[in-house]
């Protein structure tokens, strides 16, 4: 199948599975959205580093963490996988209901969502994922952003995010849905101990 337009909406996730491959796309509310190039190296070594910590906290734990690329299918109802229209590929993320796992994709929300933010997809990720996460339940979303060495936290209360917790990437930083997960920030560096200037 060709390539989707970007002006168009109405794609769903069988859409999505046969779009040719070489280059990813997210969904949202079923408007197609191309992902930024290969990512850089410095965001990748920061979106590993959160892996690791993360991976290495959660081992013999029910929750289970993700690296993108996953697809993460958030329905709005009972839809089958084929009808979901936003379809997504967070950077990191924790699912802690192993029956939302399929061997092909995520079906729902994660517990937990780590975006580490690129100039690319910055705003997306600030606004249509922000509420995409939020309206399907997600409980917790981080927002890193590398250049200002600042991190968002949104809060799942009553249905919505509201106001973000705002802190700097430094010491450590609980994570409110895992209670005994701490994320540890390199002192004195940028996160991940990298230079985080092209990012």
């Not at 990748?44 to 993108?68: D, H, M, T, W, Y």
């Not at 997809?121 to 606004?127: C, G, P, V």
Request: proline share 8%.
């Amino acid at each position: 199948m060709a390539q989707p337009n970007q002006q168009e909406t109405g794609y769903s996730y069988a859409d999505y599975l046969g779009w040719e491959s070489g280059e990813r796309y997210e969904l949202i509310d079923g408007y197609a959205y191309a992902m930024a190039p290969a990512p850089t190296i410095s965001h990748q070594k920061i979106v590993g580093e959160l892996f690791r910590q993360i991976s290495n906290a959660l081992i013999g734990k029910p929750c289970q963490p993700f690296i993108a690329p996953v697809d993460v299918l958030l329905p709005t109802k009972n839809e089958a996988d084929e009808a979901v229209r936003t379809v997504v590929q967070p950077d990191v993320f924790v699912v802690c209901d192993p029956k939302k796992i399929t061997e092909r994709a995520i079906r729902g929300a994660p517990d937990w969502v780590v975006e580490v933010l690129s100039p690319a997809t910055a705003s997306r990720d600030h606004l249509g994922k922000r509420l995409a996460y939020e309206q399907a339940g997600v409980l917790e979303y981080w927002l890193v952003h590398p250049v200002d060495k600042v991190l968002l936290i949104y809060t799942l209360e009553a249905g919505s995010y509201g106001k973000p917790k705002v802190q700097a990437l430094e010491g450590e930083t609980a994570v409110g849905v895992l209670p005994d997960l701490l994320i540890k920030w390199p002192e004195n560096e940028s996160p991940a101990g990298v230079d985080l200037s092209g990012v």
